[in-house]
Nanobody, 115 residues
């Protein structure tokens, strides 16, 4: 059974920072692309950042320079560092793991940016 368990969401003021974590089953971690989507109320889920097993990264234009995705292969964990947060970053953030046509999802963690 593949599992992705997220943590680290919460309420933060504009300009603040958070770090999200996603712990993955060992059987998929080293072979799957991983990353984060987010979904705000009334909007479609959008890709935020992704990282390959080799460490190559891609980001949505809206978060470039503010968010950083990384992975620790020894801990089977992928991270998303969120800096300079804006109210429009408020969403449920979902970790994912993907190989070819198969995608696994975490349960989601809420990030709220508000003063």
């Amino acid at each position: 059974q593949v599992q992705l368990v997220e943590s680290g969401g919460g309420l933060v003021q504009p300009g603040g920072s958070l770090r999200l974590s996603c712990a993955a089953s060992g059987s998929i971690f080293t072979s799957h692309n991983m990353g984060w989507y987010r979904q705000a109320p009334g909007k479609q889920r959008e890709l935020v950042a992704k990282i390959t097993p080799g460490g190559s990264t891609n980001y949505a234009d809206s978060v470039k320079g503010r968010f950083t995705v990384s992975r620790d292969n020894a801990k089977n964990t992928v991270y998303l560092q969120l800096n300079s947060l804006k109210p429009e970053d408020t969403a449920v953030y979902y970790c994912y793991a993907r190989q070819l046509v198969t995608t696994y999802w975490g349960q989601g963690t809420q990030v709220t940016v508000s003063s």
